[in-house]
């Protein structure tokens, strides 16, 4: 499966829960080692949860998918207890490239973070 090969999304505790051509979704329960020096979630947690479900989303397909641009906006801070949610959905596709948005979310489904991503497509090995 493709959270068994993506080590680092496993250590931080993400769940993958669905992953379907060009969709995903996850979740992460904040804990009190995902938080910054302030107390509020640290940002590279979001982006690693926002980050796991557009590979999933893009690598579903089979052909490997590698990311060449991604882009995050936190909107809402979070913090421990938070569950957080990231749900990427395919904007665009074509040979070489596609482009994803992911929206994650609290569990009063209010944004924490918006997270855009293009993968290169890469061709099958020969």
């Keep these: 499966m493709f959270i068994e090969k993506d080590l680092f999304a496993q250590y931080v505790g ?3 829960i669905e992953m379907a051509e060009g969709r995903a979704k996850a979740r992460l329960k904040i ?8 107390g509020l979630t640290q940002g590279g947690v979001v982006f690693t949860l926002a980050d796991l479900v557009f590979a999933a989303a893009s690598n579903a397909y089979g052909p490997v998918a590698v990311a060449i ?3 995050i906006s936190f909107v809402k801070a979070s913090t421990e ?5 990231a749900e990427a959905k395919e904007i665009s596709r074509n040979r070489k490239l596609a482009s994803y948005t ?3 979310t ?4 209010e944004m924490v973070a918006i997270f855009q991503g293009m993968v290169y ?3 099958p090995r020969k």
């Design 106 to 109: 609290d569990e009063q489904e």
């Design 81 to 85: 207890g938070a569950v957080l949610t």
């Design 31 to 38: 804990q009190k080692h995902h938080l910054n020096g302030v």
């Design 121 to 123: 497509i890469k061709p």
């Design 102 to 104: 992911i929206h994650v």
């Design 69 to 71: 641009n991604a882009s």
């Design 14 to 16: 993400i769940e993958l």
